[in-house]
Structures are given as structure tokens and as C-alpha cells.
């Protein structure tokens, strides 16, 4: 069924099913949230959306939530597809203690990580100078040695909602949003996939659940209105492969401690974030 075929009725029907699956989404941050409500708005309930002269989706997008070009990006660079590093909290030397159930906690004299060798996730450690913690470090440490070369490229642990919703050309809007607003014209997509969906389980983190998609029809990178959306009767099935390079593995590790990175080249006038 076509979007241009549906009644009122069954497009506020439509809206309501996407609206409810986004606010059950529990890792849903405020802003990717936003954006789903309000491309969701414009495809389906937005009275202007049968008109021949409307708006294209993005732009008309943009003027629903009130956001300017610069915050639009935004919203996009933080929903990359990406394994982010955790940020524990400061918890001091990790051997355990003989006679109690806890570490520790000392201040930590010497530190490294180690890569999990089936989700290529990595753990910090850290130890203090007593000699028993110590030398439980050691048996940690031999275990870590090359953990990083043994280990996959990351599972994205962030990011990839959007493409839950809505078909596009996320791909291009991801790199060209990392540029802009990262720096960052070298990120590739994880080659598990753009879609949260399509990436392997992991023991304690809740898969998302798929959702019918609305295809946004693009044209040169940028969502057009030459035709309506179509709503998918069903969630893509294709997956991505898995095939994992030591390459792009090495490189994913590499990044893991980059904090920011400087701009090696000026955007072109045409590019800029307005």
C-alpha cells in the first residue's frame, strides 16, 4: 500500500504505531527521538504533505521541530552507527580482596585494557603497587597481552536508530554529517550494518526490536517529494555482512582513545554548518 493510497485514518493509525514503538525505545536519546516524531509527522500527518508545491521532507522536518541546518546534522552525527568506549567511573585497584567479597579499591598505579575476543569490546584494568595485587595483575596481564590483535572489530554499541524507522541513504548522511560536524571525513559504517537491528546479540545489552520502515526517497543525498513514501509491510531482511578485515579491526581500535579530532581540511563553501 502506498502512502498516497491510505486515509486520514489509517495514516494517523500509522503514526500512532511509530510514535508508540519510538517512546518504548528505553536508549532512545531526546534528540534521535525528536527527529523520528517529526519525519514521522511530516510523512504521515502533515496536513501540507499531499500538496504539489510542499516542502521538501527534510526541510519541512526542520521547520517542525523549530532547528536550524547545524542542529539537524547534529541530530544525525549522534546517531552514527559506532563503538563507543565505555566511561567507567574511578574505581581503583580491580584484584580481589582474600577475605571479603570486593576490591581493592587502592589507587591504581599501573592500568592497560583488554579486548574481548567475541564482541571486540574492551575492559580497563587497573592495580595498585601491593605486591598480592600485584600478582594477580600478572595473570590479567598475560591474558590481555595481544588480546587487540586477536580480537573482532567492535560491535557498535551506539547509534543506528534511525535506520530502525525510516529507509535511506543513511550511509551518505552519516559520513557526510561526521564530516561536518566530526571532522571526520574517514569513518566507515561497521560492517555488522547501519541498522541497530541487524547487529549480533550481546549478553546484557536488550536487542532493539524491528520496526515496518518508511522509505524516504532520496535523490543526490537529499530527501525530495517527487513521490510519497512507501510503507514497508515488513522489515528489510537483507543483512549486512560480517566478514570482519584485520585492517578495519585495527583501525576501530585505533579510535577507541581519540577524543577529538582536529579538522585537516577546510569544509568547501558549499558544506559549511550554517
Not at 88 to 117: I, K, L
Not at 228 to 247: C, F, I, K
Amino acid at each position: 500500500m502506498k502512502p498516497n493510497s491510505l486515509s486520514d485514518h489509517q495514516a494517523l493509525l500509522r503514526y500512532d504505531q511509530l510514535a508508540a514503538r519510538v517512546y518504548s525505545e528505553p536508549r532512545m536519546p531526546s534528540g534521535t527521538r525528536d527527529l523520528l516524531l517529526a519525519l514521522g509527522w511530516v510523512t504521515l500527518r502533515d496536513p501540507r504533505r499531499n500538496q504539489q508545491d510542499r516542502q521538501p521532507i527534510w526541510v519541512r522536518a526542520r521547520e517542525a521541530m523549530n532547528v536550524d541546518n547545524k542542529r539537524m546534522w547534529r541530530l544525525v552525527v549522534d546517531d552514527v552507527p559506532r563503538y563507543e568506549f565505555p566511561r567507567e567511573p574511578v574505581r581503583g585497584c580491580d584484584a580481589p580482596m582474600v577475605r571479603v567479597d570486593r576490591t581493592c579499591g587502592r589507587t591504581t598505579m599501573h592500568g592497560f585494557s583488554e579486548f574481548d575476543p567475541a564482541t571486540g569490546w574492551a575492559r580497563s584494568w587497573g592495580f595498585c603497587n601491593r605486591p598480592r595485587c600485584r600478582e594477580y595483575m600478572r595473570t590479567v596481564e598475560a591474558r590481555a597481552n595481544d588480546s587487540h590483535e586477536r580480537a573482532p572489530e567492535p560491535i557498535p554499541n551506539a547509534g543506528g536508530l534511525l535506520p530502525l524507522f525510516f529507509s535511506w541513504e543513511w550511509e551518505e548522511k552519516y559520513r557526510k554529517a561526521m564530516e561536518l560536524v566530526r571532522y571526520t571525513p574517514s569513518w566507515e559504517p561497521p560492517s555488522y550494518g547501519l541498522s541497530a537491528d541487524e547487529w549480533p546479540e550481546v549478553p546484557g545489552q536488550e536487542k532493539p526490536k524491528a520496526f515496518p520502515k518508511l522509505r524516504l526517497v532520496a535523490a543526490g543525498g537529499d530527501i525530495v517529494t517527487e513521490r510519497a513514501p512507501e510503507v514497508l509491510t515488513s522489515p528489510e531482511t537483507g543483512r549486512a555482512s560480517v566478514a570482519r578485515s584485520n585492517l578495519r579491526a585495527a583501525t576501530r581500535r585505533a579510535q577507541i582513545s581519540v577524543v577529538t579530532l582536529p579538522r585537516q581540511t577546510s569544509p568547501s563553501k558549499g558544506d559549511q554548518v550554517t
